[in-house]
Structures are given as structure tokens and as C-alpha cells.
């Protein structure tokens, strides 16, 4: 248990709105990751932070923006959510200012009607 | 960009046979990482790799780093039901570069 909490777990939304995912971790980490995943493309990275008010673009960002006022809460926001952001989102965090040790949180499921 | 292959894609087993999977890159890693996903749930860490030639175990698995540090394998020996879901590999090139994920393996066992 790497001590990351996601919240929402489940969330269905419309068409337009914002919606915002948080994840908070206990352990003071200083890199935290947001991925999605779908059928047939695996794992792919929106966006990261490696410290406070740090943060840059993963592989799929477009549509997606964070923030990461406090070391550990790193908020996801899509600002007009679409159906192709129907997906589940997992937020991971990293151990260690060395090596490349990823653990994940237990993922938020969204679907946008 | 980089892209990892893992097969095979999907494989059913019998209940106590061993299994084998690996994960191929175009490029070199230094760091390998295999997880397994099981459904709803996000994927667990089942052993990191940071050295080629390395061979690790955690249990029943076993992975290892490539020589060639382009590839990586794991091994399940004497397979049971509760090893049935996703297993994915994820390598990185530099100890600070992003991790990037392989498609995934789905694992069935028949008991």
C-alpha cells in the first residue's frame, strides 16, 4: 500500500462539464502521475508533477490540465469533459528521488454521456 | 515514440503449469518494472529490475533484465487461479525519465 487515495472512485458526468479528480498520498512523495487506461492502449500518461507547482505534459494531455498546490494532492481537472474521456484514471506516485519504482492508487472510473 | 511489445497478447494455461511472458523495446532501458492488474482494480507492483543480467524473484515469479537491456521476461511457475489478470511491463531509460507502460498480457488459468 503505497498510501494514495483517489476520489471520486466513480463518477458519471454530461457532455461539457468540468470535472475534477483528486489524488492525495500520504507518504510526501515528491513525483505523482496521472494515466489513463483503455482497451488497446494500455497505460498512457496525461499529465505529472515532480514537486510543488511543478508539473508537465505526459503523452496524452490535450484536454486535460492539473495542479499541485500541496505536496500531497495532485488534482485532475478536464475542463470540458467528452465521451473520448470516458476511461478509467489512475494516479501513481513514485518512491525514492532515484530509480523508476511506480505504485498506483486504485483508479477512478469516469464515463462522460 | 518508444513502444513497448509484450507477448504473447493473451494466453489460457492449465492450473499448475508455468508460465512465460516478456516485453521487448526499441530502445535500451535501465530500469524494468512488471505489475499485475486484476479487474477494478489498479495495477500492483510485483518486481522491479535495475541491472542487466539481473534475475529477481518474488514468490513464484521470477523476472529478468535482459543482457541486451532491450527486453525482459517473467516466469510464473506452477500457475494457480488467482494468478488470472493483467500482467504489464513498464520500462524507463534513465533513472528520471518517464515510464512507459507494454500493452499487456492476459493471463486464464483453468483449474
Known amino acids: 500500500d503505497a498510501g494514495i487515495t483517489q476520489s471520486p472512485r466513480h463518477k458519471v458526468t454530461e457532455t461539457g462539464t468540468p470535472v475534477t479528480l483528486r489524488c492525495h498520498q500520504t507518504?510526501?512523495?515528491?513525483?505523482m502521475y496521472w494515466y489513463r487506461q483503455d482497451p488497446g492502449h494500455g497505460l498512457r500518461l496525461i499529465h505529472y508533477?515532480?514537486?510543488?507547482?511543478?508539473?508537465d505534459k505526459g503523452e496524452v494531455s490535450d484536454g486535460y490540465s492539473v495542479s499541485r498546490s500541496k505536496t500531497e494532492d495532485f488534482l485532475l481537472t478536464l475542463e470540458s469533459a467528452t465521451s473520448s474521456q470516458t476511461s478509467v484514471y489512475f494516479c501513481?506516485?513514485?518512491?525514492?528521488?532515484?530509480?523508476?519504482?511506480?505504485?498506483f492508487g486504485e483508479g477512478s472510473w469516469l464515463t462522460v454521456v | 515514440g518508444q513502444q513497448l511489445n509484450q507477448s504473447p497478447q493473451s494466453m489460457f494455461i492449465q492450473e499448475g503449469e508455468d508460465v512465460s511472458m516478456n516485453c521487448t523495446s526499441s530502445?535500451?532501458?535501465?530500469?524494468w518494472l512488471w505489475y499485475k492488474q486484476d479487474p477494478g482494480e489498479g495495477p500492483v507492483l510485483l518486481i522491479a529490475?535495475?541491472?542487466?543480467?539481473e534475475l529477481t524473484s518474488n514468490g513464484r515469479l521470477t523476472a529478468q533484465f535482459g543482457i541486451t537491456r532491450k527486453d525482459s521476461f517473467l516466469n510464473i511457475s506452477a500457475s494457480i487461479p488467482s494468478d488470472v489478470g493483467i500482467y504489464f511491463c513498464?520500462?524507463?531509460?534513465?533513472?528520471?525519465?518517464?515510464?512507459?507502460f507494454g500493452p499487456g498480457t492476459s493471463l486464464s488459468v483453468i483449474p
Open positions: 507518504e510526501n512523495h515528491r513525483y
Open positions: 530502445s535500451i532501458f535501465n530500469t
Open positions: 501513481a506516485i513514485r518512491t525514492g528521488e532515484t530509480g523508476n519504482t511506480i505504485y
Open positions: 508533477s515532480y514537486g510543488v507547482k511543478d508539473t
Open positions: 529490475l535495475y541491472k542487466a543480467g
Open positions: 513498464a520500462g524507463a531509460k534513465t533513472s528520471y525519465d518517464k515510464v512507459i
